[in-house]
């Protein structure tokens, strides 16, 4: 054998002995990496951990340097998770604008970005929304598990404890009760703004949900919070809850205190009407922004009127009421304790 | 002579081939790329931002889990190592509390965190 075939000899055993060395024996070992490089579940962890820090501490520059060099696409994921959780578990309205902002900044899109990213969305985001004080501790915000089972219908004579109906000079109005049967008993809520625009030189009257609000739930030892907006497509002004059978409940609207919108306590349906509980779908109207709505509309003229009405139509916030159900509930007055900020959990 | 030396080279010359391919050119990623392999800048941060998540999560599992990627024995003593250090350092108190949080949720007290907790930031 000549020499350069000795040589191709060597340089073939040299190449398979280095690849199995390099590959088997002495593979490559990563140190002093940075985010960009970690393996995908743990970048996306960091990503979740920098969109929380952000949330809670508000510095953006120091985010965006977490966050260099990675996609802008696995942020606007990663960040999009993190609010669907801070949103579940009820964290404040102002945390959840953060982490929305944060998606959207990398290109994340979806009903519930575009309601907290942008204030004022649809044009009827409530000033209070934006620098409203929250409780310090974060409170869990229960939903409902189970869709109601029986088809929503008036009850003549409805087994679930209502009382003190909002006072004359109550911020909130209750414009329909629909009462169900349902395995897990709930209470969902629409918060709407009910203003007349004129269209065309015709006066017509729209529901516009008001999303960003927050709807309390009471009880003797504790609280419950929901944002509304949450669930854009049934309404921007949409919450609910989970309740529990034999708890006595009040509903307060923005912050727990004063006089509650509604005191209730879940019961059993009618055997008539199958097995559950009765849960309830309140609809509610704002007075104070009404009022203020009207003024505005006043002012503005029916050409703008027109706009708002296209605007709200755009984005589907209109919420229908069911006239059937207004004046269906009996209301019956019952005595109950005042919560105070000591209980709330 | 001459053959042996030519077998020599080809060896040599394979040997710094493989090299190159195996560790440079197509790596063998056969390995997770975890938080324990980031520079140390880097793990204080990663340190760090479990402690705040687990202020807005509550979730103390996931806390433990993403404190064990940093893969040092005992789990818990990169963080104790930082949140002592950031007390002798006289570091914010919102930067030391959230790590002295954790550290007593899961049970990882030190003798210097248990003193800063009991007499407050400085």
Do not use: C, K
């Given at each position: 054998m000549k020499s350069w075939g000795v040589a191709v000899v060597g340089l073939l055993l040299g190449l398979v002995g280095g690849l199995i060395f390099t590959w088997f024996v002495r593979p490559l070992q990563y140190v002093d990496t940075y985010p960009p490089m970690m393996s995908a579940r743990y970048r996306q962890d960091w990503i979740r951990m920098a969109a929380w820090s952000y949330a809670q501490e508000d510095n953006w520059d120091r985010t965006q340097t977490r966050l260099l060099h990675i996609p802008a696409s696995e942020v606007a994921a990663g960040s999009a998770e993190v609010l669907e959780q801070a949103a579940a578990q009820g964290h404040t309205a102002g945390m959840l604008q953060r982490i929305a902002r944060l998606a959207a900044?990398?290109?994340?899109?979806?009903?519930?970005?575009?309601?907290?990213?942008?204030?004022?969305?649809?044009?009827?985001?409530?000033?209070?929304?934006?620098?409203?004080?929250?409780?310090?501790a974060p409170l869990i915000e229960q939903t409902p598990t189970t869709e109601a089972t029986v088809t929503p219908r008036p009850r003549p004579s409805p087994t679930v404890v209502v009382s003190d109906t909002p006072g004359v000079d109550s911020p909130f109005t209750i414009v329909s009760q629909t009462l169900s049967c349902a395995l897990e008993p709930y209470l969902a809520v629409s918060l709407e703004l009910?203003?007349?625009?004129?269209?065309?030189?015709?006066?017509?009257?729209?529901?516009?949900?008001?999303?960003?609000?927050?709807?309390?739930?009471?009880w003797d030892d504790g609280a419950d919070r929901a944002i509304t907006g949450l669930r854009p497509r049934k309404g921007l002004g949409y919450a609910d809850f989970t309740i529990e059978p034999g708890r006595i409940y009040n509903l307060y609207v923005d912050s727990p205190s004063g006089r509650p919108i509604l005191t209730l306590q879940a019961e059993p349906c009618p055997p008539a009407e199958g097995t559950g509980w009765v849960s309830r779908m309140l609809v509610l109207y704002d007075n104070a922004m009404e009022q203020a709505a009207a003024g505005s509309a006043d002012a503005t003229g029916a050409a703008d009127a027109t706009a708002a009405v296209e605007a709200t139509a755009a984005v589907g916030t209109t919420v229908p009421v069911d006239p059937t159900i207004a004046a269906s509930p009996t209301l019956t007055p019952t005595q109950t304790a005042r919560p105070t900020a000591a209980s709330i959990e | 002579m001459r053959r042996l030396l030519a077998f020599l080279v080809g060896i040599a010359a394979g040997i710094g081939l493989a090299m190159l391919i195996g560790w440079v050119i197509v790596p063998l990623d056969r390995q997770e790329i975890t938080p324990a392999s980031m520079r140390a800048d880097y793990q204080a941060e990663y340190i760090r931002l479990v402690a705040v998540t687990y202020q807005a999560e509550g979730d103390l599992a996931r806390a433990e889990s993403r404190l064990r990627a940093l893969g040092a024995d005992p789990y818990g003593a990169p963080l104790i190592a930082l949140t002592e250090r950031w007390i002798a350092e006289d570091r914010s108190p919102d930067l030391i509390a959230p790590l002295a949080n954790l550290a007593q949720a899961l049970g990882l007290d030190s003798p210097a965190i248990a003193a800063y907790r009991d007499g407050g930031a400085k």
């Open positions: 900044a990398h290109g994340a899109t979806g009903p519930g970005i575009d309601v907290y990213a942008t204030e004022g969305a649809g044009g009827v985001m409530p000033p209070a929304a934006v620098a409203r004080p929250s409780p310090t009910s203003r007349t625009v004129e269209i065309r030189g015709r006066e017509v009257q729209e529901q516009i949900g008001l999303p960003m609000r927050e709807i309390w739930l009471i | -």
